[in-house]
């Protein structure tokens, strides 16, 4: 199968978070099986041409009345990028600096789906799948239907949209519209990009992709509901035969403790010394006393309501006044980093908080923690709790979404990975806690949970053949 895959980030190249890890793990995957993928994404300033080789191309890209260049990186799953200096290339973020967004990211990601469409006659490649993520790609599936005739190998193409998290929706004031190029006929509710008069480009994909994928059977579940629905369930609902969950894998190459390059020691199932060594090196690089006896609980992520960092922050006081040290890397809401910077000050002996974005601390924090706490109000899949499995790192986790399909409780003998809850509240996640820091004083049970997490298979191969079943579905109707 022939597939362009788009997307607005690709690890390791940018990342913002789990979008970027699929992107650049998915296609590989995919390769492997034996397809052809070709993924696109745009150059933005975080990638350096030098660092990651990227040859330039001898020919521009011309898209929605602009001119571009393009950038390559050969392998199993080329990479293209776009590369556009005032919308990308001299931008410090992806989508926004700190603490704004963008005001052209209509814009910008517009450009970027018309050009993804130019792309492949321009390299001489006809996709009969066009994979889009999230909302800055699914203008695609509109383009495909109404502006792509004039390109050789659209007709015959579909297009796969993967909602990786339907919080962000690419929501903007209708004078877009016309700012985007499109014409009004595609400003309204039924078959258009019309949302409570704003224009909602999420809906593009929503609407006239030919299949719709997320993340986890259960956030395909839950979002059929209009608690997690965001107001786009009776869409859902609409097209539910087509919405297929398949849960996100993890790169287990990148992340492997046997291997890990970022570690100060490598551990795995039954050799589990190294990681001894990982958790007192963790605690002396942050500046927590060493001490194997007290368990580290980690949390790693986007500072965002999604992350539950609500409940987290009033759970917290509490739970500091037993024996235990956290370790939290995250960046977002400056709210939330203020709360973890003081609860530091309060207790510099236990809590250590780092507020920035730095991939080597997360795999050490992933190796060096005891347990890791994941209270997500909503999560899509989350990556972080299968990194923390097969780092031998207990997950406590609410049973939401992806959270729910890759952990289970601990049944108190010898079945489960880690500790879940149900209700969104502090007291739930004390519970758990409290739960999983009683567990945590048996070593042998202990251990138990340890290697049945390590033992899990999360690995891409799996994903990628049920993604091959969709397109191989697509394709064969078309
Ligand atoms: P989401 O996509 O909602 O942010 P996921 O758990 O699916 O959450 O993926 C988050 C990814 O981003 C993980 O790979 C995680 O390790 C990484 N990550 C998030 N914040 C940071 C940070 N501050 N430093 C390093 N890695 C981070």
Redesign the pocket.
């Known amino acids: 199968m022939d597939v362009l895959f788009v997307s607005a980030e690709v690890a390791p190249f940018s ?5 970027g ?1 699929v992107a650049g793990a998915l296609p590989r995957a995919l390769a492997a099986r034996g397809h052809r993928v070709v993924v696109f994404t745009p150059r933005h300033g975080v990638v350096d041409p030098g660092t990651h080789r990227l040859e330039p191309l001898p020919f521009p890209i011309e898209a929605g009345g602009q001119s571009a260049a393009l950038w390559v990186v050969r392998g199993p799953a080329p990479v293209f990028f776009l590369e556009h200096e005032r919308l990308f290339g001299h931008r410090r973020g992806i989508y926004a600096d700190p603490g704004h967004e963008y005001g052209d990211n209509a814009e910008r990601f517009a450009f970027f789906c018309r050009a993804a469409l130019v792309l492949p006659r321009l390299i001489g490649f006809r996709p009969r799948v066009v994979h889009l993520n999230d909302w800055h790609t699914a203008l695609c599936s509109w383009l495909l239907r109404h502006e792509a005739g004039a390109e050789p190998w659209a007709a015959a193409a579909r297009s796969v949209f993967t909602v ?2 339907l919080a962000h929706q690419g929501d903007f004031a209708k004078e877009k519209v016309p700012a985007l190029g499109l014409p009004w006929s595609a400003f309204r509710y039924d078959e258009g990009m019309e949302f409570h008069d704003r224009l909602n480009l999420m809906k593009a994909g929503l609407t006239f992709a030919d299949a719709l994928t997320t993340v986890s059977p259960g956030y395909a579940r839950e979002i059929l509901g209009p608690e997690q629905g965001e107001g786009l369930d009776p869409l859902l609902r609409h097209r539910a035969h087509e919405l297929h969950g398949i849960l ?1 894998g993890i790169d287990v190459e990148e992340w492997d403790p046997e291997r890990d390059a970022l570690l100060p020691a490598r551990f795995g199932p039954g050799r589990l010394a190294g990681k001894a060594r990982c958790k007192a090196a963790l605690q002396a690089e942050v500046g927590l006393p060493v001490r194997a006896d007290v368990p580290v609980l980690a949390m ?3 500072l965002a309501d ?2 539950g960092l609500d409940i987290a922050l009033s759970a917290l006081p509490a739970l500091l006044g037993q024996e235990l040290q956290l370790v939290q ?3 977002g809401r400056p709210d939330y980093e203020q709360a973890l910077h003081r609860l530091m000050h309060e207790r510099p002996q236990q809590v250590r908080v780092r507020t ?4 080597g ?2 795999h050490r924090i992933e190796a060096g923690a005891d347990l890791f706490l994941m209270p997500s109000r909503f ?6 709790q299968m ?1 923390s499995l097969r780092y031998g790192t207990v997950p406590v986790v609410r049973a939401v979404g992806g959270l729910a399909d890759t952990v289970e409780d601990f049944d108190g003998k010898s079945r489960g990975t880690g500790f879940c809850f149900h209700e969104y509240s502090a007291q739930a996640l004390l519970t758990a806690m409290r739960r999983a820091l009683d567990v945590y004083r048996d070593r042998k049970a202990w251990r138990g949970l340890m290697e049945r997490g390590m033992a899990e298979d999360n690995s891409w191969a799996r994903s990628a053949a049920r993604y091959e079943q969709v397109y191989e579905a697509l394709a064969g109707g078309a």
């Open positions: 990342k913002t978070g789990g979008l890890d990786h998290n996100n790693v992520g986007r999604q992350k890397l995250g960046t920035h974005f730095d991939e601390l997360a999560e899509p899949c989350g990556l972080n990194y």
